[in-house]
């Protein structure tokens, strides 16, 4: 039986892709800024509800049952402000919200109204209103309409030009270096979980060499156990997770690394047992919340320059599913951090939880235009042409107004 | 592409499999089977005919045949590099004979040069690899495309099997293992065994590799003179690996007298500025005397001793099956059926082993269609049958490729022994997950790609509505990639 744990070394190897921009934007530099700015997809649709609970919405505890996160119980959420409170599972970024350093944007969502992953995925990232149109990314296209003051450091390209896993997100015009990792990087538990089930279904030999090699089934087995264990266990996606986006941090924060970068962290579509309070979901959430933890202590001086932004391409439903999961939903959360925020602050023109106020009678009901944040940031923070925002980076967003005041 | 389809079509696949369609099913088989797998539109293309595909495939111009002008054969490839060996000696000599000199002289001792961090300017990553792993590295590259950009690559997959069949190792020596396979093995793999035989056994690599190249009679000239005498692996290995099989019927005075045979097939050492390299028969030390092999007396005719020997174990009966069973069970089956066994044997035997009629024949024989697609295809092979269905070729570099082989203990040329790379689902299965990690970082190379546009074009009809939901209910592109080369009807063929 090999069960493959990597070595931290390994997993520092491993740890995701970096796509950067290695210019400084002219404007804000000559405002005597050096901004930083990194966008994270969470692919597989967040859960928003689960993230952060609107726990002073009465319809709350009716909508979820016994899977509503609460103030009280075993596992008390931490509270934000009056209405909404944030899983147990992040403190760090409950840290930074209460110091400013952290923005929740609530009953978001991009235009897109289907529940395909792949369609969402790609509208999310090419910021486009319809998916499948484009080549090119918002980000790619934002930076392609920024006015480079010189490159940061003029022999990068030589590296960057490996050619790893480009995100459609930074795809495009602009100038992408990329750095990945020399070795072959663990597939996600979720992959090997949906082949387990594909291989029971149709291969028993292939399920069996599975099921050895991460020792589920004599877990499952052995009885007792209330929560199935991870194939990459839970610490491993944690270290991984940390390692990816602190990583990213380390080059970011470098004087004469890049200013912008994105990644994507996969593993968020939970169908069943999804784990709010405690197992699958609770552990991703905690994975990302020691990521962010390390993203600030990467950053060093450079994290009071510094905007990162989370996002995922829809949410899921409002309602729990037959299998203790969520399905594919429409409106979910955003994240924001970073030193250089006005934080502390849910944005959210929240649309309630009855029946008739959700969308479909299903999904959170979206509010606020995804696009309206990013235009916000990358305007205000990267000092981003408002016309180029609206005619280039997300076309078709002229009704769409910048958020203002999110960046100090 | 039609991407407003999508929603639609994603629908029509979670429901039930449409009835199949005959041709369509052959031609995936065949494709998987017999190919490199499919990608495009091959399954379509070919359903009217998929036998008559695969057929046609050996009838194209250089079928088999590598189209890599800037390679240099074996010979000129272990001439540079005992050059290139020989200048770094000279160089390390040279550095530290300076150092002596100056500690002798009381100066400073050089500062060594400061540990290499990865850094974005990746100075460490651009230095040019060393000359074996780029002579390497341009091989791997040259033989990888042909499979992956193989229009079936039926062909292409018969030179793989051969080429595993007659391995060589690149741990004994990394200049030839590529050229090897362009010199002995393709320009024989839709000729006669007999002619592929002698290609294979005289040629440099493969004396080394089996230590021939150390052998001597030990009644030679240069035995007596040195007190040497045989070595018996080429020998041995012929006889049991190559021809025969281990239980043809030979015994251990058989392998001894054809290891006498053989002394004398040797290289020329790559030192010499011409010639190094080559092949050479010295009959300095040949072992003088007939021979008496599996019955019958060879005479001594110096090289042709070796040759005529050759000739008559590429005609025995026992070649015949042996090499039968082996076709079969890497193109059909682990236990290939005992049928499909006899009508290759009897092939072989019927037109002196000429391995077109033979490929023909797996093509052409019933059980090659009807036997259940339960095995599972090699590492290198799976990988190959990934890049051509992503198109992922150009965006994934050939050292990737190669530590994928690794990462999956088939690390390319380099098998553990002479029999080559294991032919059985007990010798990769366990390898599956880390197959996982590898689909899903070559998954990630192809961002553009349709995962259910390329389910139909790799699998068509194979594919189970299991594997049809799991694919289409997938988290993200990348991740819906994966679970397609991972899917059963993928691995096996």
Redesign the interface.
């Given at each position: 039986m090999?069960l493959?744990t990597p070595s931290r070394r390994e997993l520092l190897l491993a740890s995701g892709t970096l796509f950067a921009w290695a210019h400084l934007p002219k404007v804000a530099q000559a405002e005597g800024r050096d901004p930083r700015f990194l966008t994270i997809i969470l692919?597989?649709?967040l859960d928003g509800l689960a993230t952060v609970a609107p726990v002073g919405d009465p319809e709350w505890q009716t909508l979820r049952g016994d899977k509503a996160l609460t103030l009280e119980g075993n596992a008390p959420t931490l509270k934000l402000d009056d209405f909404f409170a944030l899983n147990p599972a992040m403190p760090n970024l409950h840290r930074m919200f209460d110091a400013k350093e952290a923005i929740v944007v609530h009953a978001s969502a991009t235009p897109y109204r289907?529940r395909?992953?792949?369609?969402g995925?790609d509208l999310l990232e090419s910021g486009l209103p319809k998916?499948?149109?484009s080549?090119s990314g918002w980000l790619n296209r934002a930076l392609s309409g920024l006015a480079p003051a010189g490159r940061v450091?003029p022999?990068?390209s030589?590296?960057?030009a490996?050619?790893?896993?480009?995100?459609?997100v930074v795809?495009g015009p602009a100038p992408v270096?990329s750095?990945s990792p020399p070795?072959?990087?663990?597939?996600?538990e979720?992959?090997?979980h949906?082949?387990l089930?594909?291989?029971r279904?149709?291969?028993a030999?292939?399920a069996g060499?599975?099921e050895d090699?991460?020792k589920l089934m004599a877990v499952e087995q052995s009885g007792g156990m209330t929560q199935k264990p991870a194939a990459a266990g839970p610490a491993q996606v944690r270290a991984y997770f940390s390692e990816a986006v602190g990583t990213a941090a380390k080059?970011l924060a470098?004087p004469?690394?890049?200013r912008v970068g994105a990644l994507?962290l996969?593993?968020?579509?939970t169908h069943s047992n999804e784990g709010i309070a405690q197992g699958r979901l609770s552990q991703l959430l905690g994975a990302l919340d020691e990521a962010l933890a390390a993203i600030k202590s990467n950053m060093g001086p450079a994290w009071r320059e510094t905007v990162v932004a989370l996002a995922t391409e829809f949410g899921r439903t409002a309602r729990i599913n037959g299998t203790d999961g969520t399905d594919h939903g429409t409106a979910t959360v955003a994240l924001l951090v970073g030193g250089a925020l006005k934080g502390g602050r849910v944005v959210a023109d929240w649309p309630g939880l009855k029946p008739t106020d959700l969308y479909q009678n299903r999904d959170l009901k979206p509010t606020t235009d995804l696009r309206a944040v990013l235009k916000g940031v990358l305007r205000d923070h990267l000092r981003a042409d408002e016309r180029a925002l609206t005619q280039t980076v997300f076309p078709g967003s002229d009704t769409v107004k910048p958020t203002s005041e999110l960046v100090a | 592409m039609v991407r407003g389809a999508r929603t639609k079509r994603l629908d029509n696949f979670m429901s039930a499999k449409s009835a199949p369609d005959s041709g369509k099913d052959a031609a995936a088989l065949g494709l998987h089977r017999f190919g490199f797998g499919s990608t495009g539109n091959a399954i379509t293309r070919i359903a009217a005919d998929p036998r008559g595909a695969l057929l046609a495939d050996l009838e194209r111009p250089g079928a088999g045949q590598l189209d890599a002008p800037d390679l240099v054969s074996s010979a000129e490839a272990a001439r540079e590099v005992f050059d290139f060996r020989a200048e770094r000696t000279a160089e390390q000599k040279l550095a530290s004979r300076r150092q002596k000199e100056m500690s002798a002289s009381g100066e400073a001792q050089p500062v060594s040069e400061p540990a290499k961090l990865m850094s974005l300017d990746g100075a460490a990553l651009a230095q040019k690899p060393p000359l074996p792993q780029r002579i390497i590295l341009s091989e791997a590259k040259a033989r990888f495309d042909a499979a992956a950009g193989a229009d079936i690559g039926f062909a292409e997959r018969l030179v793989w099997f051969w080429s595993n069949h007659f391995c060589v190792s690149a741990d004994k020596d990394v200049a030839m293992v590529g050229a090897y396979e362009r010199e002995a093995i393709r320009p024989h793999v839709l000729g006669r065994f007999a002619d592929l035989l002698q290609a294979v056994e005289s040629h440099p690599a493969m004396l080394l590799y089996l230590d021939n190249v150390q052998s001597m009679g030990a009644d030679s000239i240069a035995g007596i003179n040195r007190d040497k005498g045989l070595n018996e692996n080429l020998a041995r290995e012929t006889l049991e690996l190559h021809t025969l099989g281990v239980r043809g019927g030979y015994g251990q005075a058989d392998v001894t007298n054809f290891a006498k045979v053989l002394t004398g097939w040797t290289w020329l050492g790559p030192e010499n500025p011409l010639h190094g390299g080559e092949f050479v028969f010295i009959k300095r030390l040949h072992e003088p005397g007939d021979q008496m092999v599996l019955g019958k007396r060879y005479a001594d005719t110096g090289v042709d001793q070796g040759r005529a020997v050759l000739a008559d174990l590429a005609r025995h009966p026992a070649t015949a099956q042996h090499i039968a069973g082996r076709l079969a069970r890497h193109f059909v089956a682990d236990d290939p059926p005992p049928s499909l066994v006899s009508k290759l044997a009897k092939t072989f035997a019927d037109t002196d082993g000429d391995l077109k009629q033979m490929a023909k024949i797996l093509i052409t024989a019933e059980e090659s269609w009807t036997a259940p697609r339960r095995k599972l295809k090699p590492p290198a092979e799976w990988i190959a049958g990934v890049i051509r269905l992503t198109k992922t070729q150009a965006d994934i570099p050939i050292s990737r490729i190669m530590n994928a082989q690794v990462a999956l203990g088939a690390p390319l040329w380099r098998p553990p022994a002479p029999n080559g790379y294991a032919d059985s689902e007990a010798a990769w299965i366990d390898g599956i997950p880390r197959r996982i990690d590898i689909a899903t970082e070559f998954a990630g190379r192809a961002p553009h790609a349709e995962p259910l546009e390329l389910l139909e074009s790799g699998l068509g009809p194979l594919a189970s509505a299991q594997t049809r939901e799991t694919v289409a209910r997938a988290e993200s592109h990348n991740q819906a990639l994966a679970l397609l080369v991972m899917a059963p009807e993928f691995l096996r063929r």
């Open positions: 090999q493959h692919r597989g649709a289907e395909s992953h792949f369609d995925q998916p499948g149109s080549e450091n022999r990068g030589k590296l960057f490996v050619g790893p896993v480009t995100p459609l795809r270096l750095w070795r072959v990087m663990p597939a996600s979720d992959t090997v949906r082949l089930a594909l291989y279904d149709c291969d030999k292939l060499v599975l090699n991460s080059f470098q004469d690394g890049p994507a996969d593993g968020w579509d | -």
